[in-house]
């Protein structure tokens, strides 16, 4: 990682924000029904230049847990803070912080800024712009000119979360919409952020043949689990993630049922449509509370459009399945939906549980 200064020549005039403002309380009903964070710690992405870290490391800005606060802990540097902050009286205008996404690309929705804990030391205002480049020593490059905004200049609250939006659905954006590689988030002038947030749908890298099987769920290729019974101990985006995890706490997990004949769902809209050949339903770290059993379904829907969960257009794709603790189970297709077209797919688990992944592998279609 690369700690940098920017002339003058660099600094460009950051337009005032006219994006729409997402309170505390919507942020999450805002954004997870048609969007991941592309630069969520479990994709991977990377920060490689900045201008100053001195009290707390901008690494701290991708952590996936909520910020904590650790009162009368001091280091070398000062107090103690689950966040970014930086030297007070910047001569440069704003910090900033450089970040390669965890996906090949994306087209970014909103942008949240959490300043847990920072009150009195918390950044006043903060812009986001982005690039698409492919060379990650062209974008850290000195004199660098080719950021666009994404999120104009915004006024920030101290300790508090807040968002914006920055894409409609209507297509309308004031920095949406581009299709970005890497973002720099600026800070005016100086401070600290303790959460950095990046809502959007990955852009793919797609393999030259459409015969070759994909990952058609991942959320590396675009796929986003657009709804849920329940999620009471774990989101139902964790499913796309790549991997298997760490614990339970990066998979989906619903709350104990109590009644006769009760199911707990997810629905997946893949970043392809295609044929699935393959389904994996991963339990790992689950063991006293995986599922009894599972069923998929799929279902082929127009563009822009998403399946209502009692659609009669529901096919069953993966009959019912008894599953076990903390293992990978690998289920093939039903012979007569073989070479069938889906949109989304629903994992239906029974009587309800944790599971840590649902991939669903399959061919394009174009």
């Keep these: 990682m690369e700690v940098?200064?920017?002339?003058?020549?660099?600094?460009?005039?950051t337009i005032t924000s006219t994006a729409q403002t997402i309170p505390a309380a919507a942020i999450s009903s805002t954004f997870e029904k048609d969007s991941i964070d592309l630069i969520s710690h479990r994709l991977n992405p990377r920060i490689l230049s900045l201008s100053d870290e001195w009290f707390a490391p901008a690494s701290n800005l991708l952590t996936p847990t909520p910020p904590i606060r650790k009162p009368n802990t001091?280091?070398?540097?000062?107090?103690?803070?689950?966040?970014?902050e930086t030297r007070r009286h910047n001569p440069s205008g704003f910090d900033w912080v450089i970040i390669r996404l965890g996906v090949a690309s994306g087209k970014v929705r909103g942008v949240e800024i959490d300043t847990a804990f920072f009150?009195?030391?918390?950044?006043?205002?903060?812009?986001?712009?982005?690039?698409?480049?492919?060379?990650d020593g062209v974008v850290v490059a000195e004199g660098f000119g080719g950021w666009e905004t994404v999120l104009g200049r915004s006024v920030c609250g101290a300790d508090c979360r807040q968002a914006w939006v920055v894409v409609d659905d209507g297509g309308g954006m004031e920095g949406g919409g581009k299709v970005v590689t890497h973002v720099r988030l600026c800070m005016f002038p100086d401070g600290g952020i303790a959460r950095f947030r990046l809502y959007g749908c990955a852009v793919p890298v797609f393999p030259d043949s459409v015969e070759e099987e994909i990952e058609l769920s991942a959320a590396v290729n675009g796929g986003v689990a657009v709804a849920a019974s329940d999620q009471h101990?774990?989101?139902r985006g964790n499913l796309l993630l790549p991997g298997r995890g760490v614990d339970m706490g990066d998979g989906w997990e619903t709350k104990r049922s109590r009644g006769e004949g009760h199911v707990d769902w997810v629905v997946v809209r893949l970043g392809a449509r295609g044929r699935v050949t393959r389904v994996v339903v991963d339990t790992a770290h689950f063991r006293g509370n995986y599922p009894k059993g599972v069923r998929v379904e799929g279902i082929l829907c127009g563009e822009r459009e998403e399946p209502v969960v009692g659609d009669e257009g529901w096919v069953e794709v993966v009959g019912e399945q008894s599953v076990g603790p903390d293992v990978e189970h690998v289920f093939g297709v039903k012979e007569e939906v073989k070479g069938r077209v889906f949109s989304h797919m629903k994992l239906v688990i029974v009587p309800d549980g944790g599971v840590k992944r649902f991939r669903v592998f399959g061919t394009r279609d174009v």
Excluded: K, M, R
Aim: hydrophobic share 35%.
């Design 119 to 135: 009150d009195g030391n918390h950044a006043p205002e903060i812009a986001v712009q982005g690039c698409f480049c492919e060379d």
């Design 233 to 235: 101990f774990g989101a």
């Design 4 to 13: 940098q200064t920017l002339s003058p020549e660099v600094i460009q005039e």
């Design 74 to 84: 001091f280091t070398h540097a000062g107090a103690w803070y689950d966040g970014w």
